[in-house]
């Protein structure tokens, strides 16, 4: 298909710059074919024409960390702190789960992302070979970050997975990871940083996202989570670290030496009283910041524009309210989340690019009068504002109605039997 | 017109109680003539019946703090404190606002109030008889709030206006109110309290926002700002604080003495790095807390799904993940502003209460499956669940239609020519 769009407002974001171009944005197949000025450029033939009346396009928001089919546990569990949450109702709960339930509750989840403006989710969960099915059969972008732990899986099985799942389609990917530090032994760190050494990949986890985590860390190790993992060369090519809310000394340093990314999810940390990652210390340092959901049993909903807000609002309210510049925290939620799932090809709106795109109504009372579109977003923005949502050229999702092959209701009543059947199997 | 709403979920929020009703409730011209089972009942005649497909119906969201008009300023003046904010970008640019323009601008906060669930607004704002005509020309509910200061007002046009506005309409009412102790002389607010003692009203205002408004009472009454209000008679018939982030020892007495309300406003106060309010403290005491969006100016949209959300959030926090229980939040949210507002009728669903009603579509991903209803709502709800907004028993919006007498293209080109002409003014 090659889609035409017309009297658009654009925002690159190739750079985490807030100027907005006006023009068109053309589609071929599953790439962007132009950017801004059609003049003197041979017309497509246009199996579609779009009229934006001046709406908003900008790159699909990049969740760079969720665990999307625990929809299931949505508003179950909740006020707890994380290990209270994790070990009374989560690890028992999630225990019943076949790869059928997690291939129905990431349905669930991606008909949240597309409604909300998501083009790609970067996913750590189990049964992966279902996840992939799922971006498959929905046309969704799913990069697959491995989960192994103490209690399941190894570098074998993360090998295994890291090969099939990326020559599994072209919307699957697959990076090598695993749960957290304070879930994995020591001789299975060392397996999987051998395992990343050899195939020169980055390596992402759960990361310093509880005082607790990082201080039993040190009475263990005798380092930061960060420091012990790195020691052990499980960052020599690269990765990431999800939440990075408690940094302790020396940790930057070894964030900047590694390259490393951070992807924040504030939501998640404020409710499951993490704290509040210093963002700003982050993107002072030049350290490249994301931004996910976290899973939909912490947060409890899977809405970047919720996460934007708090992202800079947290830092306004912790270092001062001239930190988080919001057109950094946009590029943030549209490309440095991209760049940290390897998906270069997904990260802004060029020629050449992967037609990875959202339109933002603007013609809606929370954007007017347009003083200044990106700030509109970041500060006032909402899913109610998404108007369409294109992953690889294909429109998944416009103006309330999704566009691939689903029936919502089936979805959810899907989720909602599986939810009872767990309940009733735990009695409670 | 009389409107049946039928194969309802029902939350009537009488008390803070997240049980769920199912059934139907009835709206016999602006009032609730049934709530739950028809069983027995004649049925009125209905001039409409809506199937609600196991949607929800709950009480509409009360904005219990807010400046309407300032949607001018959205995305204009932003990422400073308050002081700055105010005087550098707020306060020259006001200067330059008619009554037209404040009609203008109200109205397109009410196109965001009803899209977003609320039904009524408690406004603080200048030339009120131009929001007092807003509130009869669209249908929506607005309570003005004395704005009185050192730069205009007296006790006598704070007077009239509460006996004109009172009289105006059955969608408007006034309090008593004045801008904030640092913008107000003491003889002005010894007249203020002498007005409120003679009406025997409540009075509102901006109370206790930043450590360095409290810190610069203090240095000059010895007092703190609740104290210091209390100790001229201000709080004789009770009243209440918009914000209240820094109470002071001895302050929770005093609001507890006089039955003075709470109004917290968090995303305005993490925007504005003004702090977070100890709403669980204010819980605990049994100090009844309402919730608003302060103006969009500050905020910088009109969103009760995010301020409910940011209420329980900041809470867990900086206190405990268990801290400010969900469900006490929604009747925050629903109920306690209504009581604070004065609208005593308008608090919960109930027979013989005001038809101020939002329906809620749980058939969409965010809100599956069905854990928790209440919890939902809070912690994962969003504008875009909003089906149906009613006032006084009209509806004013549904399925994304404005269905009272407004056009919104016209009303988003009147804030775009409002703000270029103030810019145009000042040179900015």
Known sequence: MNIRFYNARILPMEQADGTVQTGELWVRDDRIALVGDPKGREPLAFDREIDCKGNLILPGFKNAHTHSAMTFLRSFADDKPLHNWLHEDVFPMEAHLTGDDIYALTKLAVLEYVSGGVTAAFDMYYHVERIAECARDTG???VICGAANDFGGTAESTRRDFERLNAFDPLVS?????HAEYTTSEPLLRDLAALAGELREPVFTHLSETAAEVDGCIERTGMSPIAYLDSLGMFNYGGGGFHMVHPREGDIEIMKKR??????????????????APIETYYREGIPVAIGTDGPASNNCLDMFREMFLTTG?????????????????????SVGAKMMGLDQ??????????????LDLHMPNMQPINNIAK????????????LTMVAGRILYERGRYTFDVDPEEVYAKADAIIARIRKAEGR
Not at 174 to 178: A, D, E, K, L, N
Not at 346 to 359: P, S
Not at 376 to 387: F, L, R, T, W
């Open 346 to 359: 997904c990260d802004c709106l060029k020629e050449g690019k992967q037609a990875d795109v959202v339109m």
């Open 314 to 334: 947290l830092q306004k309210l912790t270092v001062g309210a001239a930190a988080a510049n919001p057109v950094r925290v946009l590029h943030s939620a549209c």
């Open 376 to 387: 509109n977003v970041v500060y006032s923005g909402s899913k109610s504002n998404v108007a």
């Open 259 to 276: 390259g490393l990314y951070v992807c924040t999810n504030p939501a998640s940390n404020i409710k499951l009283s993490s704290g509040v």
């Open 174 to 178: 697959c990076r090598i990871g695993f």
């Open 140 to 142: 969704f972008r799913f």
